[in-house]
C-alpha cells in the first residue's frame, strides 16, 4: 500500500490487538503538500452532492488521503459510507441529508399489517447507491488506499430508523414479539448485505476494514452498537438487545462495541458478560465529558480489559498517550489519536511508544 511504508507490520498489531495482548496505535499527520500532485476538487455546491455525486466524492476523499500521513498502525482508507445506518436505506428508509450527517425517514407506520422485514438485493436503488460509492474506490485507488465495509449499522437502532424512536418504544410495550421477530429479520438482512460489501473489499487473506472507528481484522470485521440503547432499561436490553447482539458477533469474526455515551454505561456489565464482542470502544457523549485518553475514564477501559476484551481509546491528546498507556497497559489497548499535527510532533510520539510494544 503506497500510502502506508509497513502494512504488513500493522495487520500484526491489529491481530495482537485482537487477541487482547499488543498495542494498536492509530496516527496520522498533515503534509504542507499533497504527496501526489491531485488538485483540490471544487466545494459541494449542495448536500446532496455532498453525499451522492459519486466521482465527486471520491475525489474529495483522494484529495485528504494524499494530504495526510499514516504513520504507526494507521492506514488510508476511502470514505465511502452514506452515513451511519445505511442499512436502514436498503429496508425502505429515505435517507434526508445535511452538510454534516443524514437521518432516516420511517416506513413501517403500522405494524399490526406490517409483515417480516424482506431484503431485495435485486431492485434495490439505495445499495446500488452505495456499490457505486465503494466500486468508484475501489477502482480509483491503484493501491494506494484501502476500501471498507460501511457503517451499516444493525439490531434496535435500524428498527428504529424504519419505525421511529417513539413508535418502537410502544411497541416493545404493545408487541414484544413482533419487535423480537423483526430484530432477527434484521440480523439477517445484515449478514446479507454485509456479505455483498465483504466479497467486494476483502483482502488477499479474506481480511476487511470496517469504515468508521478504523478497525481491521484478518476475517469478517465490524463495529456494532445500540445507540437507542441510551432509553432503554437493562432489563430490556438484555431481552431484546443482547441476543441479536450476541448471534451478530458470533456470526462475524472480529467484533468491537461502540459504547456511545454515560447513558448507555448502564449496560456495560451485560456487554461484558457477552463473550462473541472481542472489543470495546468508548465514546464520551459530548465536549461537556473529558476526553477519551482522560485519566476520568481509566477505571472504565481497566474494567472492560480485566472482562477479556480488547478496548479502543478514542481522541487521545498528544499529552495523554503515555499517562494513559502507563495505567491501564499497551496489551489489547488500541489508542487513536486526535489529528491535526505535524509529521515532527508524530515521530516523537511514536518514538516515546517503542517502549510499550512487543
Known sequence: MLYQSDWPLAKDHY????????????LTADLAVPREPIPQPPPSTSPEQAWFDIPHRISWSEYRLACTEFLADSFPQAETQLGPGSLATFLGAEPKVDWNTVWYQPCIEDPDSFGPIHFDSQNNHWLDVHLAVVKEAIQ???????????????NMDTLAALRGDGPLFFDLIERPSWVYERLGEINETFFQVYNIFYELVKDTQGGSIFNPFNIWGPGKTAKVQCDISASLSPKMFRKFVAPHLDAQCKWLDFSLYHLDGTTCLQHLDILLEIDSIDGIEWTPQDQSQP???SSHWYHLYRRIKSAGKSVQVIGVQDDELIPLLDAIGPEGTYVMMNGGRSLDQAEKLIKAVEPYRK
Open 15 to 26: 491481530i495482537q490487538w485482537w487477541n487482547h495482548e499488543g498495542l494498536v496505535l492509530w
Open 291 to 293: 476526553t477519551g485518553g
Open 140 to 154: 480509483r485507488s491503484h493501491g494506494r488506499w484501502l476500501v471498507g465495509i460501511p457503517d451499516l449499522i444493525e
